[in-house]
């Protein structure tokens, strides 16, 4: 992360490829300011999850370039930190990720998506996104093609995490209670708990290999 | 002997499902010829399904006993399973379209098979990415069973996002009378056999194969 702060690297790289991708959708559509919620939202969490997941990749292989992992595991301190150290980085970079990517979209589109549903979406997102990322990151950056195998290994697996996040951004876009809204942060909440204690339990064991 | 023995079976299985699905059984009133694709795409599904299980029933057993014929065993299923999956979805596809008038709609039992599919081609392109060894194995092992985990959410997340499949018709979760004549669940329970009896032989054949690879790569 100090690496990252001297360097800005992954945040030029998140800030350029999120606007890059928010442009695309908007120089496409014939009439932006028309755009119905659903597709909103849609453009919002395909901008965050492609950008995101470009981003960490660049992440992890600086890490390994740097074998900057194994200096950490060098600390004396539980291996379940380092993760959890991971996630917590990861987490404010995806969140400066989306703040670019919402004030990008309400001015390209001319529209509001900020609601109190995008608030809570955004956190339960974040915290599932970074566990998986984090996880798939390590494993990839072994490999060769790292960026395209996390790209792979992560998307198929934070499939209801996007599906949550789209809902809840829906909701706000169109100005209307959520459908099961109940039901919908169980889910993320579910996915969030469930990821969180398997892969910190699973984390040791991949570092062992 | 048990080979050929077994070969003849599962070629006269799948013979005389051909047989009873374009001539014995009767045409579905309803829907017409293309309802014949049934027989194709219901065994499909379940020998895909099948697999998926299986793979994460012998990852887990790879990673207990850390014995390598777990792991070769999973391979096979993963890839016998992917194939299954790819004939699923496509004539899943190809029955849509003139029965519900669209090619895919984002129903739940779709969505998950369709998410399961990338899952475990993300895994099988992960075997083939990462660097061959113990730790390759090890890590294939956690994947599949991280997906195995998902598979469940997925479910829920899909079943939240909207519930329009056509209900269950046969087996132990109809959940109403089935619409199938006898004809047609003997015809179904046919296919299902032949397919379940290719299935086992094409994830044995390439169980074997993946087995002397990996004896000549040691």
Redesign the interface.
């Known amino acids: 992360m100090l690496i990252e702060l001297k360097s800005k690297e992954i945040v030029v790289t998140i800030t350029l490829f999120s606007l890059l991708v928010v442009s695309i959708f908007a120089v496409t559509s014939s009439n932006p300011s028309n755009l119905s919620a659903e597709i909103g939202s849609g453009i919002i969490w395909a901008s965050i999850v492609f950008s995101g997941s470009i981003a960490m990749s660049k992440f992890f292989s600086h890490e390994e370039k740097n074998e900057t992992l194994n200096a950490v595991l060098l600390m004396p301190v539980p291996i379940e930190l380092i993760f959890f150290g991971k996630i917590l980085s990861l987490f404010l970079f995806l969140t400066i990720s989306e703040c670019l990517i919402i004030t990008a979209f309400s001015i390209l589109f001319n529209s509001n998506p900020l609601s109190i549903y995008i608030l809570i979406a955004i956190p339960v997102f974040n915290l599932g996104f970074s566990c998986v990322v984090t996880f798939f990151g390590i494993?990839?950056s072994?490999?060769?093609?790292n960026e395209i195998?996390l790209t792979?290994?992560l998307?198929?697996?934070i499939?209801?995490l996007i599906?949550?996040a789209t809902?809840l951004t829906r909701a706000g876009l169109e100005g209307i209670a959520s459908q099961?809204f109940n039901?919908?942060l169980s889910?993320g909440i579910?996915?969030d708990i469930?990821f969180l204690v398997?892969?910190t339990f699973?984390f040791g064991?991949?570092i062992e290999? | 002997m048990l080979r050929n023995l077994y070969l003849i079976i599962s070629g006269a299985a799948l013979l005389l499902s051909v047989w009873m699905i374009f001539i014995w059984v009767p045409t579905e009133v309803n829907q017409g010829l293309i309802q014949r694709i049934l027989y194709i795409h219901v065994p499909f599904a379940w020998a895909s399904m099948v697999a998926i299980i299986a793979v994460a029933i012998t990852s887990l057993m790879f990673l207990i006993t850390k014995k390598i014929h777990w792991d070769n065993l999973a391979q096979s299923l993963a890839e016998v399973g992917v194939v299954s999956a790819v004939v699923m979805l496509f004539s899943g596809i190809v029955w849509a379209k003139p029965v519900w008038g669209i090619w895919w709609t984002g129903e739940a039992k779709l969505t998950t098979a369709l998410i399961l599919f990338l899952i475990y081609c993300a895994y099988l392109v992960f075997r083939n990415y990462f660097p061959p060894g113990g730790a390759r194995n090890r890590i294939a092992a956690i994947i599949a069973l991280i997906g195995a985990i998902d598979s469940p959410i997925i479910y829920y997340a899909a079943q939240i996002w909207q519930q329009n499949h056509p209900q269950v018709v046969v087996g132990p979760l109809a959940t109403q009378e089935s619409s199938l004549s006898s004809e047609m669940v003997i015809t179904l329970l046919t296919c299902v056999l032949a397919v379940t009896l290719m299935f086992i032989g094409i994830v044995w054949v390439q169980y074997k194969t993946i087995s002397r690879k990996g004896l000549k790569n040691v």
């Open positions: 494993i990839s072994k490999s060769r093609s195998l792979l290994l998307i198929p697996i499939i209801p599906m949550f809902e099961n039901l919908w889910l579910l996915f469930v398997v892969l699973l064991k991949i290999q």
